[in-house]
């Protein structure tokens, strides 16, 4: 996700240092520019057609403990352990500074985050799964109309088809 760049890269510097940006460019201005550029990127996005939904899930440190546990003691769950998860959590209060950022700076009018709760998993997909089923009925989609000249056309076929041996 290109939100990464506003994200990890931010917490772990030496990650930053890796992308061979110009010298000049000032750490806070490289923020602000990333910014502007997701706000860019998804306002194009948008113009073009694409509805957007950003769901931010906020799970508290202690919901994250117990899930990594988890995942450690059910033989089912030990595929989705990762060392690094463990490693990120000594980076905890940076991560937040930065998700508060990220999300001050990129919830538009156009592309909202969703901030939801995300210690009860019931609870997230209710909350994720409401705002899906809002805006599709806010864009109520529906099949294309087939005028008289496509359904020719498709009898034609049809009797192509069943001519078949």
Do not use: C
Request: glycine share 2%.
């Amino acid at each position: 996700s290109y939100y990464e760049e506003v994200l990890v890269v931010r917490v772990h510097s030496e990650l930053l240092e890796l992308e061979k940006l110009p010298k000049n460019l000032k750490h806070m201005e490289l923020w602000e520019r990333r910014y502007r550029e997701i706000n860019d990127f998804e306002h194009y996005l948008v113009d073009n057609g694409v509805e957007i939904l950003k769901f931010f899930l906020h799970l508290s440190k202690d919901e994250q403990k117990k899930r990594f546990l988890g995942r450690l003691e059910a033989e089912d769950k030990n595929w989705k352990y990762s060392e690094a998860d463990v490693k990120e959590r000594a980076f905890w209060d940076d991560y937040q500074a930065a998700y508060e950022d990220m999300l001050n700076n990129t919830s538009t009018e156009r592309a909202p985050w969703h901030v939801v709760p995300a210690d009860h998993k019931w609870f997230t997909r209710v909350v994720v799964a409401d705002a899906v089923v809002n805006k599709l009925e806010e864009m109520d989609p529906r099949y294309p109309k087939v005028d008289e000249q496509r359904k020719e056309e498709l009898a034609a076929a049809r009797k192509l088809l069943e001519s078949e041996k």
